[in-house]
């Protein structure tokens, strides 16, 4: 098929809200009895880490349980989050990273793209990557199949993007 429209689809974590939910985590951990002189930290490095460090392995585990609350009230999905090792730290402290995946897993494409075959649209869909590229001769088909992906749930929250014309 010769196909002169097509878009991705990718999903996005919102940064905005990861910063809000790190403000909140931090806050609980500072009020916390438990927490409060663990020198526990929580810091969003770049636009993809979140990097945590704590006393010990088990106040990490326990900052990471704030956290991970608190990235699910803004709506974050914890199907986004890759936790690294932890590792020893300076100050006798150990620490962990968190990435912040920004594509799509592999089962979720195929998910999306046997939606769109089952949809008997006419497009083609392949996986590319952590996207989903979606190609047809006709936009309005596209527009379709955006609704119907929308309406869908794929398990991460999915974001249309490079949106091409002819």
Known sequence: MAADNSFDVVSKVE???VKNAIDQASKEVGARFDLKDSKSKIELEGTDTIQLASQDEYK???VKEILSQKLVKRGISLKNLEYEKIEPAA???VRQKIKLKQGIASENAKKIVAAIKDSKLKAQASI????VRVTSKDRDVLQQIITKLRAGDYGVE?????YRSN
Do not use: H, K, M, Y
């Not at 590319?128 to 996207?131: A, E, F, I, V």
């Not at 999915?158 to 490079?162: E, G, V, W």
């Open 60 to 62: 990490l585990e326990a």
């Open 128 to 131: 590319q990557g952590d996207t």
């Open 91 to 93: 100050g006798s402290s």
């Open 15 to 17: 940064l905005q809200e």
């Open 158 to 162: 999915l974001q249309f993007t490079n």
